[in-house]
T-cell receptor
């Protein structure tokens, strides 16, 4: 069984401030972890993924996430928020050849 | 990267009619495709999983006679909403997994906004 918890359905940050979106997971097997971004009326786009190897993963648009097994976390960060980062972000977990489980999503608002 | 195309992006139909949504993997073979429904301000709700050449597996509570899914080839899956009613209005998204991947990574279509009048 697997699950994802995203803390905070809405996060607001000022433009230029640090972005931190939290994700905790549970999985009975070594997990594959993903962050997706969704802009209004669009599908989901992969931001970054952790499969194996280096636990700090860099993705597109300056985002990165760190896999911490001891904390069962995969938080998404970006040093400096841009207005174009305003979107909904979904954390997801997979055990490989299994269904992907999504979190409820976090809507990021960037304040000018 | 892998591209999934979904069509149409927007569709408006009258109550009682049927609507077909197509999901195509453009540059890879998708052995498994997934159909999701997304209500406003909510996460993705998995409706069904379709594997090429076999019947779709529906999630609990999803009416298989209402939402017909066909996965006739490794690059095409279709979702048909039959006898649509206003409560079927929603954003439908498909995704695909490559047969060569064992990580579960999904590639998403652009989504289809269905409005039933």
């Amino acid at each position: 069984a697997q699950s994802v918890t995203q803390l905070g359905s809405h996060v607001s940050v000022s433009e230029g401030a640090l972005v931190l979106l939290r994700c905790n997971y549970s999985s009975s097997v070594p997990p594959y972890l993903f962050w997706y971004v969704q802009y209004p009326n669009q599908g989901l786009q992969l931001l970054l993924k952790y499969t194996t190897g280096a636990t700090l993963v860099k993705g597109i648009n300056g985002f990165e996430a760190e896999f911490k097994k001891s904390e069962t976390s995969f938080h998404l960060t970006k040093p400096s928020a841009h207005m174009s980062d305003a979107a909904e972000y979904f954390c997801a977990v997979s055990g490989g050849y299994q269904k992907v489980t999504f979190g409820i999503g976090t809507k990021l608002q960037v304040i000018p | 990267g892998a591209v999934v195309s979904q069509h149409p992006s927007w569709v408006i139909c009258k109550s009682g009619t049927s609507v077909k949504i197509e999901c195509r993997s453009l540059d890879f073979q998708a052995t498994t495709m997934f159909w999701y429904r997304q209500f406003p301000k909510q996460s993705l709700m998995l409706m069904a999983t379709s594997n090429e050449g076999s019947k779709a597996t529906y999630e609990q509570g999803v009416e298989k006679d209402k939402f017909l899914i066909n996965h006739a080839s490794l690059t095409l899956s279709t979702l048909t909403v039959t006898s649509a009613h206003p409560e079927d209005s929603s954003f439908y998204i498909c995704s695909a997994q490559s047969g060569g991947s064992n990580t579960g990574e999904l590639f998403f279509g652009e989504g289809s906004r269905l409005t039933v009048l």
